[in-house]
Nanobody
Framework: QVQLVESGGGLVQPGGSLRLSCAAS????????MGWYRQAPGQQRELVAQ???????TYEDSVKGRFTISRDNAKNTVYLQMISLKPEDTAVYYC?????????WGRGTQVTVSS
């Protein structure tokens, strides 16, 4: 059974930082393209960042230079380091694992950026 468990969300002031974690079980993260999506109220879910098997990374334009995705194979965990957070980053953040045939999702973690 595949499980992706996100943690690290919370309430942070504008300009602050958070690090999200995605602990995987049932899969080996180094064999999947791992990603972080987010969904704000009333908005569609959007891809924020992803990291491929070969460590190639891509980012949504609004988070470039502020967010960094990384992978720790020994811990079978993926991270999203977020700095210089803005109110518009407020959303539920979801971890995902994708290969050629399947895509798995976590349940999400809430990130709220507000003063």
């Amino acid at each position: 059974q595949v499980q992706l468990v996100e943690s690290g969300g919370g309430l942070v002031q504008p300009g602050g930082s958070l690090r999200l974690s995605c602990a995987a079980s049932g899969i080996i993260v180094s064999r999947y393209t791992m990603g972080w999506y987010r969904q704000a109220p009333g908005q569609q879910r959007e891809l924020v960042a992803q990291i491929t098997l070969g460590y190639s990374t891509t980012y949504e334009d609004s988070v470039k230079g502020r967010f960094t995705i990384s992978r720790d194979n020994a811990k079978n965990t993926v991270y999203l380091q977020m700095i210089s957070l803005k109110p518009e980053d407020t959303a539920v953040y979801y971890c995902t694992a994708r290969d050629w045939t399947e895509q798995y999702w976590g349940r999400g973690t809430q990130v709220t950026v507000s003063s």
